[in-house]
T-cell receptor, first 114, second 109 residues
């Protein structure tokens, strides 16, 4: 089955620790995205990548980092510099630009930092 | 001013009601308008998209765009309890999606 997988579903970390969220897709999509969702705020874009070895900051990139070494993988690291990391994180992918409005989402990772 | 504004609700309606969900946007250059549906603790899924102005119908769902007033709407006819979800409007700016806050809809049986 084609799709996007995110792991783990729930993640708990202590304050001050970096944590990496996994996102893998087997849809052969070129572009991948990371969003953060907080109650009442919709989805906010953290980073996106339209091709391998290239990525751009979204609206709320501070305290996060990404890499895109393989087409199918786009991991997100939440660093200790992120002041309020507890949130629901969603990964998405889409075909090459021109159809970027049809994004396919993974099931999400709920991160709790205490 | 946010690029896309959406009332987060929640909106509670009885089964069978007609539901109207709305968003406004700020940039008149936007051409692609989307509605995503998100069930609790799941990722969003694309429900409908509209290019430029006009209406688009898919079963019980109708998406409408009024570019003169920068207003986008989603209508759900004969609403069902299974329609209970968060509905997110979004615009595509050529590179990325910009989402509204999402409206929580509850359809009571």
């Amino acid at each position: 089955d084609g799709g996007i997988t995110q792991s783990p579903k729930y993640l708990f970390r202590k304050e001050g620790q970096n944590v990496t969220l996994s996102c893998e897709q087997n849809l052969n999509h070129d572009a991948m995205y990371w969003y953060r969702q907080d109650p009442g705020q919709g989805l906010r874009l953290i980073y996106y990548s339209q091709i391998v070895n290239d990525f751009q900051k979204g609206d709320i990139a501070e305290g996060y980092s990404v890499s895109r070494e393989k087409k199918e993988s786009f991991p997100l690291t939440v660093t200790s510099a992120q002041k309020n990391p507890t949130a629901f994180y969603l990964c998405a992918s889409t075909t090459a630009s021109g159809f970027g409005y049809e994004q396919y989402f993974g099931p999400g990772t709920r991160l709790t930092v205490t | 001013q946010k690029e896309v504004e959406q009332d987060p609700g929640p909106l509670s309606v009885p089964e069978g009601a007609i539901v109207s969900l709305n968003c406004t946007y700020s940039n008149s250059a936007f051409q692609y308008f989307m509605w995503y549906r998100q069930y609790s603790r799941k990722g969003p899924e694309l429900l409908m998209y509209t290019y430029s102005s006009g209406n688009k119908e898919d079963g019980r769902f109708t998406a409408q765009v009024d570019k003169s007033s920068k207003y986008i709407s989603l209508f759900i006819r004969d609403s069902q309890p299974s329609d209970s979800a968060t509905y997110l409007c979004a615009i595509y700016d050529g590179n990325k999606l910009v989402f509204g806050a999402g409206t929580i809809l509850r359809v009571k049986s």
